[in-house]
T-cell receptor
Framework: EDKVVQSPLSLVVHEGDTVTLNCSYE??????LLWYKQEKKAPTFLFML????IEKKSGRLSSILDKKELSSILNITATQTGDSAIYLC?????????FGSGTKLNVKP | GAGVSQSPSNKVTEKGKDVELRCDPI?????LYWYRQSLGQGLEFLIY????????KSGLPSDRFSAERTGGSVSTLTIQRTQQEDSAVYLC????????????FGSGTRLTVV
């Protein structure tokens, strides 16, 4: 059965902390792994990863894929209250998207 | 249009009433998904349409939920005899077949059952 598992389910940190969010998957015919941030209704795209070991970076956010371990991490350094959101991981397998249940991040001042 | 359009943006209904939620995908996008997101939770997959293939309905939580897609374009999600636990944001997303690029979410419908 295809599945995407994210951990932790929720996380509370203080501004300035660094957080690491995890995504592991079991999906046949893997093509891409995507990270989204959801603050309001609709998720917004962060990263798409297709190759192992190549870090994608955008400001304080970075992500890397490990195809051998079937996992990815999303790092956020120097967290800010504006980073509070649900972070979603999704796998695309040439046919369909599979989403994890998300990690709810709460950054306190 | 340029994006995925959902209507209404907000809907308040009484318990036991039926509701219809509409999704207009981006023109040419053959794949369409419905998701549900309850307060503070991740996305829950409901149903998936791909071209003329039979839809994947494996995520529909009960037989009160149904969806159809007319002419390979507009989709309607219908919830019959709504219950309070149906209250959630219902999101629609679409993309071109066999392509991860351009996977786009609509802005969602917030459904409140009172």
């Amino acid at each position: 059965e295809d599945k995407v598992v994210q951990s932790p389910l929720s996380l509370v940190v203080h501004e300035g902390d660094t957080v690491t969010l995890n995504c592991s998957y079991e999906v046949t015919n893997f093509r891409s792994l995507l990270w989204y941030k959801q603050e309001k209704k609709a998720p917004t795209f962060l990263f798409m990863l297709t190759s192992s070991g190549i870090e994608k970076k955008s400001g304080r956010l970075s992500s890397i894929l490990d195809k051998k371990e079937l996992s990815s991490i999303l790092n956020i350094t120097a967290t800010q209250t504006g980073d509070s959101a649900i972070y979603l991981c999704a796998i695309y397998n040439f046919n369909k998207f599979y989403f994890g249940s998300g990690t709810k991040l709460n950054v306190k001042p | 249009g340029a994006g995925v359009s959902q209507s209404p943006s907000n809907k308040v209904t009484e318990k036991g009433k039926d509701v219809e939620l509409r999704c207009d995908p981006i023109s040419g996008h053959t794949a369409l998904y419905w998701y549900r997101q309850s307060l503070g939770q991740g996305l829950e997959f409901l149903i998936y349409f791909q071209g003329n293939s039979a839809p994947d309905k494996s995520g529909l939580p009960s037989d009160r939920f149904s969806a159809e897609r007319t002419g390979g374009s507009v989709s309607t999600l219908t919830i019959q005899r709504t219950q309070q636990e149906d209250s959630a944001v219902y999101l629609c997303a679409s993309h071109r077949a066999a392509s991860v690029y351009g996977y786009t979410f609509g802005s969602g419908t917030r459904l409140t059952v009172v």
